[in-house]
């Protein structure tokens, strides 16, 4: 929530930046209008939106990811039952306090607020026109307006008030009102964040600037200058009206009623928003979290001790992976890197086929990668055995039936299958009458988060005095002949990361997983979190 909130500030910042440095003194007051709108929507609707295209994080099909399992102090009947997630603390915590405190506060002023307003439209003397209601206010010589409520103090004289009433009819066509109360509400949920408070200065300001514009259209300049510098009125201070006179905005609005209007060609300002979202939208979609990038650094924990060859056929690999289908282009690039491996030499033929397709590596991020492996393994002249495994655990899964291929054998009982193409994921003990894979795997996943929360050593954390949220991300395997191999974890501390890859040992043998046919490994990662009460 906290991430949420500091991202919705920061594009609420530069949205805001925008407007003050480049659009704020134009005359394009409804152009500015929607941008102000639009633009504080959509930075609380930003950092919710993930495009998976932008993201430069390991893949779904390259791993199942399990649902997340939370321990602490539960109670024994959430243990039994092995739920996704269990939330350990109750109540709600200093922060969430002081949120709801001031969300009270603000609303009880809001209800004040509006009773004062409701309090004079009954009270006071009422004229009903065609498109709005003159509210009469006695005594007084404020003037605002609301909705289609239009307020007039009876202390104006009669020419004030037909220049007002031309302005304020303004602000109840355009449904300026509207636009105050959005921004209210949001001062409600979002007491805290004084941009909303800087939207709302913004947007008041413009509806004012576009009642001028049309009023004197009507009126003339001179009138409307004369009546704008007449007196200091004293406006009702509520912030969700439109009030005519207003001290700190009679100069700012001379000043725009004295602008030539802006140049049509000025419109392209607002272009600015567009590269603007999509950064934005790569930040959203690429900004890393907890729950992210532990697997993909644990996954290449140990890429250093590789050679710069095996790091490029994993780095081929990933690529394949993380776009999914390949072009002519890239799948002509794996079947010469096949025939390269197969053949005990190279021959004039296929080196020059190798030429020809490294000079047009510059196609795709794909195409360079494998230009590259094909490039190392000419320079190298041999490849060692680490690196001939690594080839063909790539190969194996990108030639045709490379799982039955015998040239393949040596590696296919080593080769991980990922999810999104395996036909048949393993089978967790008690599952195998279900029948599709996402089955299979919501059934695992819960014998899984059952068995991690009556195992784990949920004293470790005690006795190590951690407190607050603490996360540990696994990595495991069930190979092809059922059993739970390679556990890797990542933790706070070394001892929870032992705890978290005992208590993975303890899965059952489950029925392997297949492809082809064949017996096949397959990866997995478990995120476990501990939620300690302070």
């Given at each position: 929530?906290?991430?949420?909130?500091?991202?919705?500030?920061?594009?609420?910042?530069?949205?805001?930046?925008?407007?003050?440095?480049?659009?704020?003194?134009?005359?394009?007051?409804?152009?500015?209008?929607?941008?102000?709108?639009?633009?504080?929507?959509?930075?609380?609707?930003?950092?919710?939106?993930?495009?998976?295209?932008?993201?430069?994080?390991?893949?779904?099909?390259?791993?199942?990811?399990?649902?997340?399992?939370?321990?602490?102090?539960?109670?024994?009947?959430?243990?039994?039952?092995?739920?996704?997630?269990?939330?350990?603390?109750?109540?709600?915590?200093?922060?969430?306090?002081?949120?709801?405190?001031?969300?009270?506060?603000?609303?009880?002023?809001?209800?004040?607020?509006?009773?004062?307003?409701?309090?004079?439209?009954?009270?006071?003397?009422?004229?009903?026109?065609?498109?709005?209601?003159?509210?009469?206010?006695?005594?007084?010589?404020?003037?605002?307006?609301?909705?289609?409520?239009?307020?007039?103090?009876?202390?104006l004289s009669q020419e004030e008030k037909e220049i007002i009433l031309k302005h304020?009819?303004?602000?109840?066509?355009?449904?300026?009102?509207?636009?105050?109360?959005?921004?209210?509400?949001?001062?409600?949920?979002?007491?805290?964040?004084?941009?909303?408070?800087?939207?709302?200065?913004?947007?008041?300001?413009?509806?004012?600037?576009?009642?001028?514009?049309?009023?004197?259209?009507?009126?003339?300049?001179?009138?409307?200058?004369?009546?704008?510098?007449?007196?200091?009125?004293?406006?009702?201070?509520?912030?969700?009206?439109?009030?005519?006179?207003?001290?700190?905005?009679?100069?700012?609005?001379?000043?725009?009623?004295?602008?030539?209007?802006?140049?049509?060609?000025?419109?392209?300002?607002?272009?600015?928003?567009?590269?603007?979202?999509?950064?934005?939208?790569?930040?959203?979609?690429?900004?890393?979290?907890?729950?992210?990038?532990?697997?993909?650094?644990?996954?290449?924990?140990?890429?250093?001790?590789?050679?710069?060859?095996?790091?490029?056929?994993?780095?081929?690999?990933?690529?394949?992976?993380?776009?999914?289908?390949?072009?002519?282009?890239?799948?002509?690039?794996?079947?010469?890197?096949?025939?390269?491996?197969?053949?005990?030499?190279?021959?004039?033929?296929?080196?020059?086929?190798?030429?020809?397709?490294?000079?047009?590596?510059?196609?795709?991020?794909?195409?360079?990668?494998?230009?590259?492996?094909?490039?190392?393994?000419?320079?190298?002249?041999?490849?060692?055995?680490?690196?001939?495994?690594?080839?063909?655990?790539?190969?194996?899964?990108?030639?045709?039936?490379?799982?039955?291929?015998?040239?393949?054998?040596?590696v296919l009982n080593d080769v991980e299958i990922p999810f999104g193409i395996i036909?048949?994921?393993?089978?967790?003990?008690?599952?195998?009458?279900?029948?599709?894979?996402?089955?299979?795997?919501?059934?695992?996943?819960?014998?899984?988060?059952?068995?991690?929360?009556?195992?784990?050593?949920?004293?470790?954390?005690?006795?190590?005095?951690?407190?607050?949220?603490?996360?540990?991300?696994?990595?495991?395997?069930?190979?092809?002949?059922?059993?739970?191999?390679?556990?890797r974890s990542r933790a706070p501390h070394p001892d929870l990361s032992a705890e978290?890859?005992?208590?993975?040992?303890?899965?059952?043998?489950?029925?392997?997983?297949?492809?082809?046919?064949?017996?096949?490994?397959?990866?997995?990662?478990?995120?476990?979190?501990?939620?300690?009460?302070?």
């Amino acid at each position: 929530m906290i991430h949420y909130i500091i991202q919705t500030i920061a594009f609420q910042v530069f949205f805001l930046l925008i407007y003050d440095v480049f659009l704020k003194k134009e005359t394009f007051f409804n152009w500015n209008r929607f941008y102000l709108i639009i633009t504080a929507l959509m930075s609380f609707v930003l950092p919710l939106v993930k495009i998976a295209s932008f993201k430069n994080v390991v893949p779904e099909n390259y791993i199942i990811r399990l649902p997340a399992v939370m321990l602490g102090q539960m109670p024994a009947n959430i243990k039994e039952e092995g739920l996704s997630q269990i939330n350990l603390v109750s109540g709600f915590s200093f922060l969430e306090v002081i949120f709801f405190l001031g969300v009270g506060v603000v609303v009880l002023l809001l209800i004040y607020k509006l009773s004062k307003l409701l309090m004079l439209i009954r009270l006071s003397p009422k004229e009903r026109k065609k498109h709005f209601i003159i509210v009469r206010l006695l005594k007084s010589s404020a003037s605002f307006s609301f909705f289609k409520y239009i307020f007039l103090g009876e202390s104006l004289s009669q020419e004030e008030k037909e220049i007002i009433l031309k302005h304020e009819f303004v602000h109840v066509k355009h449904w300026h009102s509207l636009d105050l109360v959005c921004f209210e509400l949001l001062r409600v949920l979002f007491w805290f964040n004084p941009l909303i408070y800087i939207y709302q200065n913004r947007i008041a300001e413009l509806h004012e600037f576009i009642a001028d514009a049309e009023a004197i259209k009507i009126e003339g300049k001179l009138n409307y200058y004369q009546n704008l510098l007449a007196q200091v009125f004293d406006t009702k201070k509520i912030s969700f009206i439109n009030p005519f006179f207003n001290q700190s905005l009679i100069k700012k609005r001379i000043v725009m009623l004295q602008k030539s209007k802006s140049k049509q060609v000025h419109l392209f300002k607002y272009a600015l928003l567009i590269p603007m979202v999509l950064g934005m939208l790569v930040y959203t979609s690429c900004a890393d979290n907890s729950e992210e990038k532990e697997v993909p650094n644990l996954i290449n924990s140990e890429i250093s001790e590789d050679t710069e060859l095996i790091k490029t056929v994993k780095e081929v690999k990933y690529l394949i992976q993380r776009q999914g289908n390949i072009s002519n282009l890239e799948e002509k690039g794996l079947d010469l890197l096949l025939k390269t491996v197969k053949g005990s030499t190279l021959s004039g033929a296929l080196v020059e086929e190798i030429q020809e397709f490294i000079a047009k590596k510059d196609e795709t991020e794909l195409t360079e990668e494998i230009a590259n492996v094909l490039y190392q393994i000419q320079a190298q002249g041999e490849v060692s055995e680490a690196e001939s495994k690594a080839l063909k655990g790539l190969l194996i899964l990108t030639s045709e039936d490379g799982l039955n291929d015998p040239f393949f054998a040596d590696v296919l009982n080593d080769v991980e299958i990922p999810f999104g193409i395996i036909d048949q994921v393993p089978v967790f003990p008690g599952c195998e009458e279900l029948g599709d894979n996402a089955d299979k795997k919501a059934c695992m996943s819960k014998g899984v988060q059952t068995l991690v929360a009556n195992n784990f050593n949920t004293k470790i954390a005690d006795s190590l005095g951690l407190t607050g949220r603490q996360r540990i991300n696994v990595i495991f395997k069930i190979n092809n002949e059922g059993e739970v191999v390679d556990v890797r974890s990542r933790a706070p501390h070394p001892d929870l990361s032992a705890e978290a890859i005992r208590v993975i040992k303890l899965l059952p043998k489950m029925i392997p997983g297949e492809q082809g046919g064949k017996k096949v490994n397959v990866p997995y990662s478990l995120p476990i979190v501990f939620q300690i009460q302070e």
